[in-house]
């Protein structure tokens, strides 16, 4: 599994890479947007300048994923942006929804992977009523315990 991570971590982080210099550099000639929202959503993002913002998450991320040291901060930049390539291939260009799904499933497995720098933020939080309810009990059942002996 460790060659999996390794290997995923390196096409994800090189693809964020050289897709994000592209936005910046533009060696990477890009296609007309087609007609309809796709088209008004990418001249939205291109004349407010929004690429910019994305193309410095995209160069981030990935040479945080490819350096492996901070590779959970990478997947937390990176994700927003993730989200946002599935959701425009899902609703307004399907055509490039295949690779959508694959850059979204290598993130998944990478998540999956780095779960444990993940745990906290899935963890319940106690409300401030149990939390003192909690050390009430605890508090009573040491002052009993040290009664007792």
Not at 99 to 108: Q, S
Request: glycine share 8%; charged share 10%.
């Amino acid at each position: 599994m460790k060659i999996a991570t390794i290997i995923a971590r390196s096409l994800l982080g090189l693809l964020f890479v050289v897709m994000g210099l592209n936005i910046f550099l533009n060696f990477i000639p890009m296609p007309p947007p087609p007609e309809g929202p796709a088209r008004n959503f990418m001249m939205a993002m291109f004349m407010s300048h929004y690429f910019w913002v994305v193309g410095t998450l995209e160069v981030g991320g990935g040479v945080l994923l490819l350096t492996g040291r901070f590779a959970p901060l990478g997947l937390t930049l990176l994700g927003p942006v993730i989200v946002n390539i599935l959701c425009f291939h899902l609703f307004m260009l399907p055509s490039g929804l295949p690779l959508a799904i694959v850059v979204a499933a290598l993130a998944l497995f990478l998540l999956r992977r780095h779960r444990e720098h993940f745990a906290g933020l899935v963890k319940p939080v106690q409300s401030a009523h149990r939390e003192a309810a909690s050390v009430a009990s605890q508090t009573q059942a040491a002052a009993t315990d040290s009664a007792k002996n």
